[in-house]
C-alpha cells in the first residue's frame, strides 16, 4: 500500500497561492490579447478564461469584471517601468545621460504595439463612459509620466534651481507625444522609423528638461 506524502499545512498553503498567481497571470495575459485584438468593448469574459484555459469561476476569484482586469494590465505595466527605470536612470551620473536612457526606454515602449493598443482602448473606454470616468481617471492619473515614472523627478529635481522646472502638464504633454508618435510609428513604421521615434522623444525630453540636444 503506497503511503501518501504529507505536506506541511504552510507548504499546502504555500503551494496554493503559487497556483492563484500563476491563474491570474495567465488571465492577465489573455485579457492582454484578446483587448488588443478584438477590443474591450467586445471582448467576453469567456473569451479571456477560455484562452488562458480556465473556466469563469477561476476569472471572477481574480476580478470582479472586464473593468477590474483592465485595470490590472495596466497596473502591472506600471510595477514593471518602476523596477526597471529606478536602476536605469539612477546608475547614469548627468542629466544629459539619463535624458538619453529615458528617450531610449520610452522609444522601445512607443514600438510595443499591444501596449499602444491597450492604451488607446483604456483611453476610448474612457471617453465613451463618462459615468466611469472617475475611477478611470484616478488610474489615469497614477499612469502619467510624472507619477508612474518618478525617476523623472529626479531629473526635474536638477534643473529646479535655475528655473520653474516642469509642470504636471509638461508630463501629460510627454505621455501626449509618446502615444502619437507610437500611433503613427505603427501605422506608417516607413515614414517614422524607429531612430526618428527615439529622437522626437529625446527632443520632447529636452524641452521638457530645458537641457542641451545634440
Do not use: W
Request: aromatic share 8%.
Amino acid at each position: 500500500m503506497t503511503r501518501k506524502k504529507y505536506i506541511e499545512p504552510s507548504d499546502a498553503n504555500l503551494h496554493k497561492q503559487k497556483r492563484a498567481m500563476l491563474t491570474r497571470q495567465e488571465l492577465l495575459r489573455s485579457a492582454r490579447k484578446i483587448f488588443a485584438s478584438d477590443g474591450f468593448e467586445h471582448a467576453r469574459i469567456e473569451d479571456i478564461a477560455s484562452k488562458a484555459g480556465k473556466t469563469r469561476g477561476a476569472f471572477y476569484d481574480n476580478f470582479k469584471d472586464k473593468e477590474d482586469v483592465f485595470f490590472a494590465i495596466f497596473e502591472e505595466d506600471i510595477g514593471r517601468d518602476l523596477a526597471e527605470l529606478g536602476p536605469l536612470l539612477l546608475g547614469l551620473p548627468t542629466l544629459e545621460q539619463r535624458t538619453e536612457a529615458l528617450a531610449e526606454y520610452l522609444s522601445e515602449l512607443g514600438k510595443d504595439r499591444q501596449r499602444i493598443l491597450l492604451s488607446f482602448e483604456f483611453k476610448l473606454y474612457a471617453i465613451r463612459h463618462p459615468r466611469r470616468r472617475k475611477r478611470l481617471a484616478d488610474l489615469h492619473a497614477a499612469m502619467r509620466l510624472r507619477s508612474s515614472i518618478p525617476e523623472l523627478n529626479r531629473l526635474f529635481q536638477q534643473v529646479a534651481a535655475e528655473n520653474a522646472g516642469p509642470q504636471i502638464g509638461d508630463c501629460t504633454a510627454i505621455c501626449g507625444i509618446l502615444e502619437g508618435l507610437a500611433l503613427n510609428h505603427l501605422f506608417d513604421p516607413d515614414a517614422l522609423d524607429n531612430r526618428e521615434l527615439t529622437r522626437y522623444l529625446k527632443l520632447c525630453l529636452c524641452e521638457a528638461l530645458n537641457c542641451v540636444s545634440d
